[in-house]
């Protein structure tokens, strides 16, 4: 069974830096991309950032790009996002997601249950 | 960026009779490969995001069949027969033939 659990979530003051986990399981974990997507409070679902099976690739939207960095380790088979000068904007559940294959450019077939991100002074 | 417009915005139901989301983008999806690379999800109430469709009308595993994807370019559809009350959530449509990967706006399907 695919298992996605994040962690390190919670309240950061603005301009501050968080570092979110996920820990895969089920699946050989170095084959697949992995992803990040949130969803702010009452609203839809933005990609954040995604990286390929062998974290040679990874990409970013703009919203968080020179902020954000993405980095996954295939012998613990984990992928992290590290945050750094965080905004109000950043506010959102982060989901880690499955990527179907093992290139960035495509979709998601598992989700994680999603952290909460909350930046506020 | 690839804009991705869902329509209705919200939908109400009878269970039993069927629903159609529209989805549309601002450019095609269609991949040199042939295969549209584009994907519906359904949000269930206080739940993850769940993958009902990929390349535009594959049905992912586990999928009951009364779901179907169609289209192709940049007009697509998704489609429940008969939608039941287990149904009830928001539908994505999202794209990833190009970075930034991204979504339509959500469609809400409620039960009358």
């Known amino acids: 069974e695919v298992q996605l659990l994040e962690s390190g979530g919670g309240l950061v003051q603005p301009g501050g830096s968080l570092r979110l986990s996920c820990a895969a399981s089920?699946?050989?974990?170095?084959?697949?991309?992995m992803s990040w997507v949130r969803q702010a409070p009452g609203k839809g679902l933005e990609w954040v950032s995604s990286?390929?099976?062998?974290?040679?690739?990874?990409d970013y939207a703009d919203s968080v790009k020179g902020r954000f960095t993405i980095s996954r380790d295939n012998s613990k088979n984990m992928v992290y996002l590290q945050m750094n000068s965080l905004r109000a904007e950043d506010t959102a559940v982060y989901y880690c997601?499955?990527?179907?294959?093992?290139?960035?450019?495509?979709?998601?077939?598992?989700w994680g249950q999603g952290i909460l991100v909350t930046v506020s002074s | 960026d690839i804009v991705m417009t869902q329509s209705p915005l919200s939908l109400a139901v009878i269970p039993g009779e069927p629903a159609s989301i529209s989805c549309r983008s601002s450019?095609?999806?269609?991949?040199?490969?042939?295969?549209?690379?584009l994907a519906w999800y359904l949000q269930k109430p206080g739940q993850s995001p769940q993958v009902l469709i990929y390349?535009?009308?594959i049905r992912a595993s586990g999928v009951p069949d009364r779901f179907s994807g169609s289209g192709s370019g940049t007009d697509f559809t998704l489609k429940i027969i008969r939608v039941e009350a287990e149904d009830v959530g928001v539908y994505y449509c999202?794209?990833?033939?190009?970075?930034?990967?991204?979504f339509g706006g959500g469609t809400k399907v409620e039960i009358k």
């Open positions: 390349l535009g009308s």
């Open positions: 990286i390929s099976d062998s974290g040679v690739t990874a």
């Open positions: 999202m794209q990833s033939l190009h970075t930034p990967l991204t």
């Open positions: 997601a499955k990527n179907w294959d093992y290139d960035i450019l495509t979709g998601y077939d598992y």
């Open positions: 089920g699946f050989t974990f170095n084959t697949y991309a």
């Open positions: 450019q095609s999806l269609l991949h040199g490969n042939g295969y549209n690379y």
